[in-house]
DNA sequence: TTTTACAATTGTAATAATTACAAAATTAAA
DNA sequence: TTTAATTTTGTAATTATTACAATTGTAAAA
């Protein structure tokens, strides 16, 4: 928690509360949240907390590269506490975004970005996860059974 | 034209007037258009046409693999008229999408995806394009010229 | 050709996540 | 303590996309 705090500070950011809960709640919930999500969880313990104030800090820890911000269906952003490089598998039956362990090369080499200044990369999959096809399976022979 | 309808064809698409003139459109603009796009462009052939068959048409050719859909910022869909395996590369000023050939591996071999089905995926820069970038030293200099 | 059925198109209204903005509260500085 | 600056809150606005019902168009059957 106070390292938390030093840790924003690091990184040129002004440790308020909200900030420091936001931040602590991407660190432990690995399901990738999206803003709803960390709302509702942090308005037990800050009853006055705003869904405002967790998109502000959101954008102020994405801003400074301590969070990052995962797009793959349009309809949402969610959000991820760890900016090492890695990619993302969405499923799109029970959307739950997974972590990848991705070791791939450099990108920059290619021509096109030669001369680019790159900000952000980001590689992901979308599919059915594990889970969800075991499931379809069961439900599908539920329906054939005899 | 004619080419064109016999492939929604193939890929079991009924090759209506607007469907074989929204995805010769995306054909031929590389820019990786959003909806609006394709809209305002077809609209001087169809006088008639509305958004909502753009917007139509657009997810019958993506259900059926003739397009795909980018999100990079959530706030737009921009859609690509080309399937075949690449990268994309948005530069944030001019909001430009860009083609970036991309020959990878094929990442199915990660352990976490392995029992996953992969519907799709994804890969993409964020940046600011070559052409941005000589226009921010431009601006520069201009501003600190003696 | 007429009838019938079905699919495509249109127009309007709804949806919903995110952002804008101004007021209130809090914190830091003088 | 007073002042200034920043953070937080609440409400309203934004806006791309979707839902849906009505209309139009198409193609097959009689």
Redesign the pocket.
Known sequence: MQKIGQELIQHG??P????IKVYDYLKKDKDHP???KIFTALRKE?P??????V???L?VLTKNKLIREIMIE????RYDGFIEQHAHFKCIKCKKIFDVNLKYKNYLKFDELKKAKILDEHIYFIGICENCLNKEIVEHDRKNKR
Chains 1, 2 share one sequence.
């Open positions: 950011i002004k308020s509360l909200i900030r999206d803003a709803e800050i006055t907390l705003s869904l405002t104030s998109y502000n800090a954008k349009e309809d949402e952003i």
